[in-house]
Nanobody, 129 residues
């Protein structure tokens, strides 16, 4: 069974930095496209960032581009999200997700939440002064 576990939740002040970690057990980690999504109170879950199997390609939501960085360590079966210059609007539950890049529909990156088969339970990030 494939399991994803997020860590690194916290309360942070505006303009500060916070890093999230997602560890994956089961399956073949280097087969997976990985993504981060977030869901604010009363809102739909939205795309944040995605990274290809080897880490050579990434994509970001316009709202976080230039401030957030997604990365991965296949040896540790871990994906990271570094969040710089945090704004109160970033307050949300953050979820990591995995998609087998070779299964239907095959792809090397995806921003679509419906494409991801495996999800973590989420971790809370609060940006407040």
């Amino acid at each position: 069974q494939v399991q994803l576990q997020e860590s690194g939740p916290g309360l942070v002040k505006p303009s500060q930095t916070l890093s999230l970690t997602c560890t994956v057990s089961g399956g073949s980690f280097n087969y997976y496209v990985m993504g981060w999504f977030r869901q604010a109170p009363g809102k739909e879950r939205e795309f944040v960032a995605t990274i290809s199997r080897g880490g050579g390609n990434t994509d970001y939501a316009d709202s976080v581009k230039g401030r957030f960085t997604i990365s991965r360590d296949n040896g540790k079966k871990t994906v990271y999200l570094q969040m710089n210059s945090l704004k109160p609007e970033a307050t949300a539950d953050y979820y990591c997700a995995a998609k087998n890049a070779f299964l239907t529909p095959p792809m090397y990156l995806t921003t679509q939440r419906s494409d991801y088969a495996y999800w973590g339970q989420g971790t809370q990030v609060t940006v407040s002064s």
